[in-house]
């Protein structure tokens, strides 16, 4: 892949030559049926490490993935998304992955943004890349979801003392010794800010890079709920009382 390492990378889809064989996109996936067929086609046109971890669906979600993912790895039961996620990286890891990315399954997320993405690591500038549909764009989104995603920003900055414009964002990518570092206990939605504490810690350089989000009656039929960020801000800080 050649990479522009110029603060202003414009998004491009790149053929699958083009891409170094060390990049791994992981996909976690719950009941994802009706989308992920169409996500994973434009994934595999460009790159050809594509893990869809299929988070115990019941909805032939693993199916649809078995034929276009290159790999698919199953939870008997659901286990939440960052467990998934966790398998998905430790998978990649294992097989020989230099960079990772991790992309929703629902379709919220563009292929042409993964390069983004990776740019600032292939040219060692930072090892963790954050997306922020904040720098970026978030085509359609609702007013209470965007108050939601903010009040998420300012418990991140008070409880983890982090700085970011997008807090909850699941495009992120990581350099492998960034990977590494990465250990999800949280096996639910609460891992996003349990990740940004292991970002922290590892000492190693990130950076948020934007990113475009996009809000489907798909997507905002099955996303979080307001009563759901309630309840992910109250496992994380249990989380970090027992844990
Ligand atoms: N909700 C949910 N998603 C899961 C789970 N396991 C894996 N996922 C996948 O995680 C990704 C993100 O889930 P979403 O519920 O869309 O979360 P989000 O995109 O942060 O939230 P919205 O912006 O509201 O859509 C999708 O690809 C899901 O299929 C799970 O147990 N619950
Ligand atoms: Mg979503």
Redesign the pocket.
């Known amino acids: 892949m050649s990479v522009d390492c110029s603060n202003n990378i414009q998004p491009t889809t790149r053929p699958h030559a083009d891409v170094p064989a060390g990049v791994f996109v992981v996909?976690?996936?719950?009941?994802?049926a009706p989308a992920?067929g169409a996500v994973l086609h434009e994934l595999r046109a460009v790159y050809p490490n594509v893990v869809v971890?299929d988070?115990?669906s019941t909805d032939g979600?693993a199916e649809v993935a078995r034929i276009a993912a290159t790999y698919v790895l199953r939870h008997p039961i659901?286990?939440?998304?960052g467990?998934?996620l966790q398998t998905g990286i430790d998978f990649a890891l294992l097989q020989g992955a230099e960079f990772i990315v991790t992309f929703?399954?629902?379709g919220?997320h563009r292929v042409e943004d993964v390069a983004v993405l990776l740019s600032p690591i292939l040219c060692g500038e930072c090892d963790f890349t954050l997306g922020s549909r904040f720098l970026g764009t978030c085509v359609g989104i609702p007013p209470l979801?965007r108050k939601m995603l903010r009040l998420g920003v300012l418990f991140t900055r008070l409880v983890n003392g982090v700085n970011l414009t997008d807090a909850?964002?699941?495009f992120r990518a990581f350099s492998r010794r960034a990977a590494q570092r990465i250990n999800l206990r949280l096996d639910?939605?609460a891992h996003?800010t349990e990740l940004i504490d292991q970002i922290r810690l590892s000492g190693l350089p990130f950076k948020e890079v934007p990113v475009q989000?996009r809000?489907t009656p798909y997507?905002?039929r099955?996303?979080?709920s307001t009563r759901g960020a309630i309840r992910i801000a109250l496992h994380y800080l249990l989380g970090r009382v027992l844990l």
């Open positions: 996909v976690p996936a719950y009941n994802e992920i971890v988070d115990g979600t659901n286990c939440g998304q467990a998934a929703d399954a629902d919220q979801r909850h964002n699941g639910r939605m996003a989000i809000y997507s905002l099955k996303g979080q």
